[in-house]
């Protein structure tokens, strides 16, 4: 069974491009949740969401960030008009409907130049 | 909502115990994790603890908990240098709350 998989690993984006961050968890998991992490930091949360619904995005910066979790293929964090501030690493879990414990991916590292 | 302090660093000789101590603000966690992060890496759950436990083993880990002072440790028996990593205390932010609140790490380093 394969973990939660997020890509890209590593993604550099200049000043003002968009990034797209992709995450597939785990297999029977259907909800998704996405972590930032900021260098010395613990992780915060974004948002949570479930296929085709945003439960809960009260982490979210108000613009710039969206996330979906479409009915098929993985969820998407898109960050558009990337800042410098914006530089960090982040996670995306995901659980079982009936399950607390939240499964972390590998991360996307995003460094924006 | 839920904050979480743990020391930044520990330093241990390799065989010795490491005990992790975490603190928490948020009673109403039903669950409280540890998770691990090696370098590059991502988090990976190491232990939970139900809240109303005051005590899990799981081969070299034990979990402490003690409600009254809000307080969560990590002992980790025999360490190893493959223990060298930070690790993250978490709860949830209420009971059930599926938003988990990380302190900032502690830092582990083993030396051989």
């Known amino acids: 069974n394969a973990g939660v998989m997020q890509n890209p690993r590593h993604l550099v984006r200049r000043r003002g491009q968009e990034a797209r961050l992709r995450c597939s968890p785990m297999k029977g998991h259907s909800h998704v949740y996405w972590y930032r992490q900021l260098p010395e930091e613990g992780l915060k949360f974004m948002v949570y969401?479930?296929?085709?619904?945003?439960?809960?995005e009260s982490g979210m910066p108000k613009e710039r960030f969206s996330a979906e979790f479409p009915k098929e293929g993985p969820s998407i964090l898109r960050i558009q008009q990337v800042v410098r501030g914006d530089s960090a690493a982040y996670f995306c879990?995901?659980?079982?409907?009936?399950?607390?414990?939240?499964?972390f991916g590998p991360g996307t590292r995003l460094t924006v130049t | 909502g839920e904050d979480v302090e743990q020391s930044l660093f520990l330093s241990v000789r390799e065989g010795d115990s490491s005990v992790i101590n975490c603190t928490y603000t948020d009673s109403s966690s039903t669950y409280l994790y540890w998770y691990k992060q090696e370098p590059g890496a991502g988090l990976q759950l190491l232990t939970y603890i139900f809240s109303n436990m005051d005590m899990k083993q799981d081969q070299r880990l034990t979990v402490l908990l003690n409600k009254k002072d809000k307080h969560l440790s990590l002992r980790i028996a025999d360490t190893q240098t493959g223990d060298s990593a930070i690790y993250f205390c978490?709860?949830?932010?209420?009971?059930?709350?599926?938003?988990?609140?990380f302190g900032k790490g502690t830092k582990l380093s083993v030396i051989p």
């Open positions: 969401l479930q296929k085709e619904n945003i439960i809960d």
């Open positions: 879990a995901s659980s079982p409907p009936v399950e607390a414990q939240q499964y």
């Open positions: 978490a709860g949830e932010s209420g009971a059930g709350s599926y938003q988990l609140t």
